[in-house]
């Protein structure tokens, strides 16, 4: 199994910015971004491949977050932008063989998380 590592989290503002960065000890995964806040489902956020870095985002984030990756480092970022009260969560990021992959059950490796808190 890959072993992946969230940092970038922390408190914020609303309507300010955070970057979340997933650091995977392997290559060739599809890498997905989920949140979960207190007393609710994980949420798929978005995903993304190594090899075509085509993007996936669940509705929370389309027009205000954007996933990235960098194949040298192996690593993934989450630039998110325009953040709410609402977006406060832990944000997981876990890996797959499976691409396209935007539900939980699809992955096979997760992070520990990262707590983001946004303030009113």
């Known amino acids: 199994q890959v072993r992946l590592v969230e940092s970038g989290g922390g408190s914020v503002q609303a309507g300010g910015s955070l970057t979340l960065s997933c650091a995977a000890s392997?290559?060739?995964?599809?890498i997905g971004w989920f949140r979960q806040a207190p007393g609710k489902e994980r949420e798929f956020v978005a995903a993304?491949?190594?090899?075509?870095?085509?993007?996936f985002y669940g509705e929370s984030a389309k027009d205000r977050f954007t996933i990235s990756r960098d194949n040298a480092k192996n690593a993934v970022h989450l630039q998110m932008n325009s953040l709410n009260p609402e977006d406060t969560a832990i944000y997981s990021c876990a890996a797959t063989r499976l691409w396209g992959a935007v539900k939980e059950a699809q992955y096979e490796s997760w992070g520990q998380g990262t707590q983001v808190t946004v303030s009113s």
């Open positions: 392997g290559s060739d995964y599809f």
């Open positions: 993304i491949g190594w090899g075509i870095g085509t993007p």
